[in-house]
């Protein structure tokens, strides 16, 4: 049987697009898909072996769309993760002139990087958001398109033989997009010594201190996190659910434990999975949290109760 290939956000030329190009990639060409939710789907279907879709932006901060499905939709896992540099330019019909350009499109987070620019540079120009940053270029190169201007990747913009009037900007010219190559679930990968597991934690109820009461179960194991956010569960005005990134990985001792008393005080927690993190980083391994530490403490309890 072949290999199936891996999906992403596309179409071609988006920064997921880019990411993809740095991972190692089945034979099979990769298959864009126009949403996030549509890429995710795909990987459910068993379509394609795995996907790639943007987590977090270090300007603009969590991508919804991702978050929200791998936390409410059938079960799946991250596998692996890229961090990319993102740059933006503002791509045009060759002959438009920047002092032209009345209708923008983009992304939304591809927008809300370039707002500053935008008021500055064009104060008038009407922006909407809309599909990817490479599915804009496509729509400015269409010769009827009510759109004067993309912002984009460079490679898109010339991919569609666009012109680019600006480059460069976004607000923070050191911008990285996270993203995250998503599988159904199977086998984990062993620890590298430097991961990340991600999961998504649910309160049993609103008390006093109830999110402390979660903390506390990484803090007592030396579990340091890399990202902590809110996010709504849909049913009512006010109900949290907490998306995490630990540092660490399901076999480390700490990272288990911690996931186990979680397990027992919270209402839900969803494992999205442990990876190899991108930047290679290692935990520091606080005194009393190793492997060995948990394993002699275990051998101490079984000696007390035995004796
Ligand atoms: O539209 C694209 O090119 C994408 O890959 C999506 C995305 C995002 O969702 O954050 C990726 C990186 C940039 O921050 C802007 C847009």
């Known amino acids: 049987m072949s290999e199936l290939p891996y999906g992403y956000f596309g179409p071609e030329g988006t920064f997921t697009h880019q990411a993809l190009l740095t991972l190692p990639l089945p034979a099979a060409a990769p298959i864009p898909y126009p ?9 459910r279907e068993g379509k394609i072996a795995a996907g790639l879709v943007p987590i977090e932006n270090s300007v603009e901060g969590g991508v ?11 079960p799946l896992v991250i596998t692996r993760e890229v961090l990319l540099p993102v740059s933006f330019d503002l791509f045009v019909r060759p002959g438009t ?8 499109i983009t992304h939304p987070h591809a927008a809300a990087q370039c707002r500053g620019w935008l008021a500055r540079e064009l104060p008038l120009a009407e922006l909407t958001e809309d ?17 004067d201007a993309a912002i984009c990747a460079r490679v898109a913009g010339e991919l569609h033989g666009l012109t680019s009037v600006a480059t460069g900007i976004g607000e923070n010219p050191d911008a990285v997009t996270r993203f995250v190559l998503v599988s159904r679930p199977g086998p984990i990968a062993p620890p590298t010594g430097a991961d990340k597991t991600t999961m998504v934690l649910f309160m049993r109820h609103d008390h006093p201190g109830a999110l402390l009461e979660l903390l ?8 340091n996190l890399c990202r902590i956010e809110s996010r709504p569960t849909k049913k009512s005005i006010g109900d949290y659910c907490f998306s995490v990134d630990a540092e660490g990985h399901i076999d480390d ?5 911690a996931l186990m008393g979680l397990h027992r005080i919270s209402a839900r ?5 442990s990876y190899p993190r991108a930047d290679g980083v290692q ?6 949290t190793s492997n060995d530490a948990y394993r002699e403490a275990a051998d101490w309890l079984e000696r007390l109760r035995r004796s």
């Open 283 to 288: 935990p520091v391994v606080r005194g009393g």
């Open 97 to 104: 002139a920047l002092a032209d350009v009345r209708r923008v």
């Open 131 to 147: 599909g990817s940053t490479a599915a804009a270029a496509a729509e400015v190169a269409r010769p009827d398109s009510p759109y």
């Open 216 to 223: 506390e179960q990484f803090a007592s194991r030396g579990v």
């Open 253 to 257: 001792a700490r990272v288990a434990e």
């Open 35 to 43: 949403t996030v939710p549509s890429t995710l789907e795909a990987v």
């Open 64 to 74: 919804s769309a991702t978050l929200d499905n791998l936390c409410y939709g059938d």
């Open 269 to 273: 927690v969803v494992f999205l999975g």
